[in-house]
Nanobody, 118 residues
Framework: QVQLVESGGGLVQAGGSLRLSCAAS????????MGWFRQAPGKERELVTG????????YYADSVKGRFTISRDNAKNTVYLQMNSLKPEDTAVYYC???????????WGQGTQVTVSS
């Protein structure tokens, strides 16, 4: 089993920045991908960004390209999401994800709320 604990959500004005963190613990001995999904009220959960064990060629949804940056520290089993130039449409619960293929995660975090006011 793997446990994921997110932190860093909150309320920010449009144009502002937030940094999310997700620490993995438990059976983290494999070379797994990590990433972030989000779910806004009334919408389906969507993949925002994902990063492989090596960190090469991270994936970004078109809606966040150029504004969000994902990174990871394998020594700390932690993934980060730097979110800049936030927009009201970025408002959602953000979920950390962990798995062999990030599009189909094996484990989820509990979610952290990000609210962007206009």
């Amino acid at each position: 089993q793997v446990q994921l604990v997110e932190s860093g959500g909150g309320l920010v004005q449009a144009g502002g920045s937030l940094r999310l963190s997700c620490a993995a613990s438990g059976r983290t001995d494999g070379r797994y991908a990590m990433g972030w999904f989000r779910q806004a009220p009334g919408k389906e959960r969507e993949l925002v960004t994902g990063i492989s064990w090596s960190g090469s060629e991270p994936y970004y949804a078109d809606s966040v390209k150029g504004r969000f940056t994902i990174s990871r520290d394998n020594a700390k089993n932690t993934v980060y999401l730097q979110m800049n130039s936030l927009k009201p449409e970025d408002t959602a619960v953000y979920y950390c994800a962990y798995g062999v293929k990030i599009w189909n995660p094996d484990y989820w975090g509990q979610g952290t709320q990000v609210t962007v006011s206009s």
